[in-house]
């Protein structure tokens, strides 16, 4: 059987008061739209129709090839919107799953157990449901006496009796897709707003006799649809809950997971320990027996297992084991630390290799460089690796020992074994095993010293 999914997604979202296209904003890192798109795969079997109208060519940019879309101009209400995807979906499909693409937490089961509804259903559409105290302005769902739906009332039309009923539209239908079609043409014209509701097909099939079946769902949270940035923020919460709830039942530990901030998509190993205030970003993978934080940002790296990444910052970066990182240490893109690499306080990494064992202790910048194994980069070391126009490499052979503050005028090498006495400024290559040092010190003249009051 062929099941299809519309998304609508062409409405303004005007409270959101955003020049951002509302299914765009994202929550714990992804635009709605896509957490829309990962909810619906599980029940359908065919590419998705995203309905898109206001940004439409961003929303359009985002989804690429993930899904087809058709346009709306103008926006006459959800049932006009779903009229729009005819042309493409007409004797394609057997059954079409209709959904809000501004409901995040809306879960794929869910939807699967609303679309074995309908398969069970000889009448021509099932919908989601949920009993609920406060209505947030949901339309209330108005039932038969034999328990099937006859119509769904919009609270501002609703007479105070249909206002007290408690179960609400959640936004989820699943039709038979050649009844669906038909009806859409038969939709009245609301003449209040001048719109065609999508939720008046219900009423249409009842009245024609026909089942129209609900699934009630039972989590309220997984209903929550974004209509401001008040209730994306409830979004984001609930998501961040639902994502480290699921990292700890997979054995790592959390000290504050309220304050514990893991995007989709990361991977972290078991028995890693993850401190408040720590950001995960993006592709990030974690490996086993590491602790991060607290305060940490990483963001696309890969961190292997047993290491220690105290208030730094990854981005772009990769470690290998037993690395020992930070406090204030920043990795950027292209920085690679060894096995036992220990990077101290107030370093900077960018483009680099750092081979196993290499220690760093504290305050340098290394740039565009390869360091080999076992070497000692002193305190206040830089790589001179930007002559105002190009970078140029540095390359550090095994067990050298870089005194503190060393200049390394880039392009330079520095073979294995070679050492360089504090404050050098090295602007020739320099041999294995050979010593160097620069502008030493010198006496320049005899200071009178003052005498003290
Ligand atoms: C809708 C339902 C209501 C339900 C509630 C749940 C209708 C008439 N009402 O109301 O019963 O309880 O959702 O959140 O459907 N859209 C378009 N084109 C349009 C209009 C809307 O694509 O012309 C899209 C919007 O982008 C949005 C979705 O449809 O993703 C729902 O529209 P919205 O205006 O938010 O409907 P509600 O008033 O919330
Ligand atoms: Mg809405």
Request: with cysteine; glycine share 10%; proline share 4%.
């Amino acid at each position: 059987m062929r099941v299809t999914a519309i998304l609508l997604a062409a409405g303004q979202g005007t409270r959101m008061k955003s020049s951002l296209p509302k299914v765009l904003h994202p929550v714990a890192g992804k635009p709605m739209i896509w957490h829309a798109l990962e909810a619906i795969k599980q029940s359908t079997t065919e590419k998705p129709v995203v309905v898109v109208g206001h940004g439409a060519e961003g929303v359009t940019k985002y989804l690429g090839d993930s899904a087809q879309t058709v346009l709306q101009e103008p926006q006459l209400g959800t049932g006009h919107a779903v009229m729009q995807a005819e042309p493409l979906l007409r004797d394609k499909t057997d059954l079409i799953v209709v959904c809000y693409s501004d409901m995040p937490l809306l879960r794929g089961e869910t939807l699967q157990a609303l679309v074995e509804t309908q398969k069970n259903n000889k009448g021509p559409l099932s919908m989601l449901t949920v009993y609920a105290e406060h209505p947030r302005g949901f339309g209330r769902v108005i039932r038969n006496a034999d328990g099937t739906v006859s119509a769904i009332v919009e609270e501002y039309v609703a007479t105070a009796e249909q206002l007290q009923v408690k179960e609400l539209n959640v936004g989820g239908y699943c039709f038979d897709a050649n009844w669906l079609w038909d009806a859409l043409h038969r939709i009245p014209k609301n003449h209040k707003k001048g719109e065609y509701y999508l939720t008046d097909v219900v009423e249409l099939a009842s009245k024609d006799g026909l089942a129209v079946q609900a699934t009630v769902m039972d989590d309220l949270e997984e209903t929550i649809g974004v209509n401001t940035r008040v209730h994306l923020a409830e979004c984001e919460v609930a998501m961040r809950r639902r994502i480290n709830h699921q990292h700890m039942l997979n054995g790592v530990t959390m000290i504050d997971p309220a304050s514990t901030y893991i995007e989709i998509g990361v991977k972290i190993g078991a028995d890693t320990v993850i401190m408040p205030n720590a950001y995960l970003y993006g592709g990030t993978e974690i490996g086993e027996g590491n602790v991060i934080g607290p305060n940490s940002i990483i963001r696309d790296s890969k961190i292997g297992n047993r290491c220690k990444v105290l208030a730094s910052v990854m981005e772009g970066a990769v470690l290998e084991d037993d690395v020992d990182m930070g406090p204030f240490a920043r990795l950027r893109k292209g920085a690679h630390l060894g096995n036992h690499v220990h990077m101290g306080n107030f370093g900077e990494v960018k483009d680099s290799r750092l081979a196993d064992g290499v220690k760093m202790g504290h305050f340098s910048y290394i740039g565009n460089a390869q360091i080999g194994a076992n070497t000692n980069i002193g305190a206040g070391t830089i790589t001179c690796n930007y002559d105002g126009e190009k970078k140029h490499a540095t390359e550090i052979g095994e067990d050298v020992f870089i005194g503190s503050d060393t200049m390394l005028v880039a392009p330079i090498k520095i073979g294995d074994g070679a050492r360089t006495g504090a404050g050098s400024v090295v602007t020739k290559n320099v041999a294995e095993d050979t010593l160097v040092v620069g502008m030493p010190a010198r006496a320049i003249k005899k200071l009178e010293r003052k005498a003290k009051k």
